[in-house]
């Protein structure tokens, strides 16, 4: 990693981003799988 942080505020700032970017993510993941598991429950239903 070739990445240089000269100041504190710019390690805080990448570290917050990236923090946002895997909590993203892991929202979208989430989000997702939950509709996988719902997903499945509706289609073995047959009114």
Known sequence: ?????YTLHD??????????ILIGGI???LML?????TGRDEKKRTF
């Open 1 to 5: 990693m070739d990445t240089i942080f």
């Open 11 to 20: 390690f805080l700032l990448h570290s917050k981003s990236v923090t946002y």
């Open 27 to 29: 929202l979208i993941g």
């Open 33 to 37: 799988f939950w509709i996988f598991l």
